[in-house]
């Protein structure tokens, strides 16, 4: 209800100590988050799926201003329940900063954002910026695991959508796994081709788009969740257009500038299918209002010249949560400086070639999948006992999975290579122990054409064998938290399934090396 005094309109405004409140509140934010957001920064600069990431503080603070002559009328109360929400913003940072884990730290600093929002307007006033305060949210990155579940996702229906463009155009054309074979060129649909660099950006935009929006809530929803099959379907597209441009004119059309313009077209092309699916969508239901009228930028309308202006108070609730604050910037303070540790540890290049009844031969693994991976040591080898029976040995070692660094699943990556996982069960195997305990892996047959394969997966992590992925993240943050160590590493067994089909064979002989192996990796993933 608009406040007035006699027949005047009242407007509310900030006097220069609430002002300067508001610049120490920025300085105070910016040094005790001062890591987070540096890495945050850094995210920005090297994933090009997150390189929107400084347009998101500027928009909000344009969507806030926005509401300017409606939150000027509003004599703000402040609530009690921000400074709680404050407080547990703060929780939050001492657990990410004790864990050195700067996803925690970041999502805090949103958290305390919020809190010191409530904490001085109210809900009344919250109620009006609740929106462009959400939309902070996007320029946080995903959680690494879910992002490289959601890229090997991406990547396979990209790849099969764009086959099916390519055999449009009467085109020979072959898929494995994410791999395209068109004869004369093997386009393979690595994690840049993804969509990822097109889908956060899109919903970002559809977010926006959404906000200004003058329509029903559903078509609102509709608009915004429909960005995630118009980025698919038009990365697929695009994917399938390189295709056919590359067997009709040659690879090049799938490298260097022509590649990277191909995206920008893409990118424009979704937003164009975004303003031509609002049009749609005012069109359904009574309401056939122009585009222009339903859709665009408004801005506050200026301040009446008889307006009764009057200075707010400083609402207490805001105030207990600014000494929350600077308690937390003496905290951070007189927290001592952690650094992760590093056990000492025998690097691969070092592992036997031979061992009781096998014999190995290294390999090296293509530049491409290292740059991807992203790991600190590795191993990949070739084992054969003697009856000329085959072991794949692969591990890969991160020192530290602070960054965003850490093991891929197998049953993310194995798709990628044209396998399909044809079961998955927890196993324990026969006669061999991890300590005082039988070994406890992840059993998977796949198969590709008429080729079958056994695979045995486990993490090794700081001691504990684990084989639930998302077991491996709680446990990444616990040690991280307590022991100031996030070291693991993933091994993987694979051998070939006979023709005959015989499993339980196969089954003898992965075990037989893992005997060999269990006891002997301690040196070089440490305990």
Known sequence: MTSTVGEKLTVWKETPWIWGSFIF?????????????????????????????????????????????????????GSWAGAFITLLGIGLFVIGNLSTIYLVIQYSFLTVIAGLVLAFTGWRGFRLVRVPLLFLLFMIPLPPFLLTELSAQLQLISSEIGVWVIRLFGISVFLEGNVIDLGIYKLQVVEACSGLRYLFPLMTLGFISAYFFK???????????????????????????I???????????????????????????????????????????????????????????????????????????YVGAALLMVVAAITS??????????????????????????QGKSERMEQIYIDAL???????????????????????????????????????????????????????????KFGDAPLRVNRLVIQKGEHKQLVYYWFQQRGRVITNEYMVKWYLFWDALTRNRTDGALVRLTTIIPPDGDVVAADKQLAEFSGEVVGRLKEYIPD
């Open 215 to 241: 329509a029903a809530f559903w078509k609102r929803a509709v608009l915004f969740l429909s960005t995630i099959p118009i980025t698919v379907l038009m990365n697929s597209f695009r994917i399938g257009v």
């Open 374 to 432: 992203k790991f600190d040591d590795y191993i990949l080898a070739d084992f054969a006992n003697n009856d000329r029976q085959l072991v794949n040995f692969y591990v890969a070692y991160y020192a530290s999975q602070q960054k965003g660094e850490s093991a891929h699943s197998p049953r993310t990556c194995i798709p990628g290579g044209g396998w399909r996982i044809m079961s998955l069960t927890p196993h324990l195997v026969d006669g061999v």
């Open 25 to 77: 509140m920025a300085a105070l934010l910016g040094f005790v988050y001062f890591d987070g957001l540096k890495d945050l920064v850094r995210m920005w600069n090297t994933k090009e799926e997150y390189s929107y990431g400084y347009l998101i503080p500027v928009i909000t603070l344009f969507l806030i201003w926005q509401r300017k002559d409606s939150l000027e009328r509003i004599p703000f109360s």
């Open 243 to 317: 295709g056919v441009l590359v067997e009709y004119w040659g690879p090049k059309m799938a490298e260097g500038f022509l590649h990277d313009f191909e995206g920008w077209v893409v990118f424009m092309a979704c937003t164009a299918v975004l303003v031509v699916e609002m049009w749609v969508l005012i069109r359904i239901g009574k309401d056939h209002r122009p585009l222009q009228e339903v859709f665009g930028l408004e801005f506050p309308a200026p301040t009446p010249k008889d307006a009764q202006a009057q200075y707010r108070p400083i609402p207490k609730p």
């Open 333 to 358: 303070v007189a927290m001592p400086q952690r650094v992760e540790i590093s056990p000492p540890r025998q690097d691969f290049s070092h592992f036997p070639m031979k061992l009781e009844g096998w």
